[in-house]
């Protein structure tokens, strides 16, 4: 009986780790052209950043309600998301 007990922790323990390291993990692999942050967008985007609702394929501009705020979404370059979705109807571009 010790053997199972002692197989199941170590069972149980190696799990933990693995899913402690994926978690910790500061680094998500994320799809071409999506970033975790507004920064790491900002610095690789030479037109405006845009937030991308993944699920529904509507993108959302700096300073609306929902701009990185859904539930599934990344950040994009702009000419990135338009290829993927399309502005929300009722938001326009910030101004310049």
């Known amino acids: 009986m010790r053997p199972f007990i002692a197989a199941v922790a170590?069972?149980?323990l190696g799990t933990s780790a693995v899913?402690?390291?994926t978690m910790s993990s500061p680094s998500?692999?994320?799809p071409a052209g999506e970033y975790t942050t507004e920064a790491d967008a900002k610095a690789k985007c030479s037109a405006s950043v845009v937030w991308?609702?993944?699920k529904s394929h509507v993108y959302h501009f700096?300073?609306?309600r929902d701009y990185g705020h859904t539930k599934n979404g990344a950040y994009m370059c702009q000419p990135d998301a338009d290829k993927?979705?399309?502005a929300a109807k009722n938001e326009k571009p910030p101004a310049k």
């Open 19 to 21: 899913i402690a390291q």
């Open 84 to 86: 993927i979705g399309r």
């Open 28 to 30: 998500t692999k994320m």
């Open 62 to 64: 700096a300073g609306t």
């Open 10 to 12: 170590a069972l149980l």
């Open 52 to 54: 991308l609702n993944t």
